[in-house]
């Protein structure tokens, strides 16, 4: 089993929809999780972190763990083209060591 | 501020040739990444490094070596090419190892192909 499961997709939703992005892990020793955007050809960029359950927000991008469940939970509201990208969820204990999910492409059709 | 410079952003190697994929960074942070990227499998750690002259494995070292003589620079070089090194390659960094308002910030990415 993988430590950190997140589907591939592509995933396509029309302008303005809201996107769900998830992913979930086994490690119940991660403890803070992140969001990367990774646009094509491009290096991973920070999106959002959180510490522990709960939610967090910025502007459109709503991040929220549960660490109950293992899951955590990227939501986009009022998609754009300009967020067409692979998203890739990351956790790590508090070390050097990040484990990232494999990443899930979105496409925002105009 | 640049952040993480890669370079080159491409290259193709002959198997058995060696090559040195050059990673500087101008915020003074003192971790620094290398990981590869292959389709559908995620970012995979193959060295990382918490400040000058400390290097250690990653999950995927084989085939690899890097140095740490400055806090800017982290070279990551491949000995003998193998195909199976054929990838993207990123160097990271970050202020600390534990978790940061920032997190890691990630280079523009070596674009290796191996014949």
């Known amino acids: 089993q993988k430590e950190v499961e997140q589907d591939p997709g592509p995933l396509s939703v029309p302008e303005g929809a809201i996107v769900s992005l998830n992913c979930t892990y086994s490690?119940?020793?991660?403890?803070?999780f992140m969001w990367y955007r990774q646009y094509s050809r491009k290096g991973p960029e920070l999106l959002m972190y959180t510490y522990s359950s709960g939610n967090k927000e910025d502007g459109r991008f709503t991040a929220q763990v549960d660490k109950s469940s293992k899951y955590i939970s990227l939501f986009i509201r009022d998609s754009q083209p300009s967020d067409s990208a692979t998203y890739l969820c990351a956790m790590t204990s508090g070390t050097y060591k990040y484990i990232f999910g494999t990443g899930t492409r979105l496409k925002v059709l105009a | 501020n640049a952040g993480v410079t890669q370079t080159p952003k491409f290259r193709i190697l002959k198997i058995g040739q060696s090559m040195t994929l050059q990673c500087t960074q101008d915020?003074?942070?003192?971790?620094m990444y290398w990981y590869r990227q292959d389709p559908g499998m995620g970012l995979k750690l193959i060295y990382y490094s918490v400040g000058a002259g400390i290097t250690d494995k990653g999950e995927v070292p084989n085939g690899y070596n890097v140095s740490r003589s400055t806090t800017e620079d982290f070279p990551l070089r491949l000995e003998l090419a193998a195909p199976s090194q054929t990838s993207v390659y990123f160097c990271?960094?970050?202020?600390?190892?534990?978790?940061?308002?920032?997190?890691?910030?990630f280079g523009p990415g070596t674009r290796l192909t191996v014949l």
């Open positions: 490690n119940s020793a991660f403890q803070y």
């Open positions: 915020m003074n942070h003192n971790y």
């Open positions: 990271a960094s970050s202020p600390s190892g534990g978790i940061s308002a920032n997190g890691q910030f």
